[in-house]
């Protein structure tokens, strides 16, 4: 575990564009209950597992309504995004963001790198837009 969390949160180095960064992770009811106690206002669920940091597992689309957005047309754009995922191949489900918007998650086998990974997402918005 990590200088000054819990035993049950731990720490992983992760390589950043301004060096290495330590990320935590929990991996059990213990270790969250030792975040809440530790004031964690806000958890974000990674793209990849500890084991492999360097292939995403998932991919996930944002969608935050910007003001005067409806929560009907959230829902419109994400099924849109999930057909337009489900054209090119990719099952993907929809998830409330925690915030004001939902994310359209796709579980991926960990195979491309964060780069590639990038890269597909860019361009799907862009044939979206």
Not at 60 to 74: I, Y
Request: hydrophobic share 40%; with cysteine; glycine share 10%.
């Amino acid at each position: 575990h990590g200088p000054g969390l819990g035993d049950a949160v731990h720490a992983v180095p992760l390589q950043q564009k301004s060096g290495r960064e330590d990320y935590v992770y929990i991996d059990d009811a213990r270790g969250l209950l030792q975040l809440v106690q530790m004031n964690t206002l806000e958890l974000h669920p990674w793209g990849a597992t500890v084991a492999d940091t360097e292939h995403p597992d998932r991919l996930v689309f944002d969608l935050d309504p910007g003001e005067g957005v409806s929560w009907a047309q959230v829902k419109s754009g994400a099924r849109d995004v999930r057909d337009r995922l489900q054209q090119v191949g990719l099952e993907s489900f929809v998830r409330l963001s925690g915030g004001k918007g939902v994310h359209v998650v796709v579980p991926l086998q960990p195979k491309a790198g964060w780069d590639e990974a990038k890269a597909f997402c860019e361009a799907f918005a862009q044939a979206m837009a």
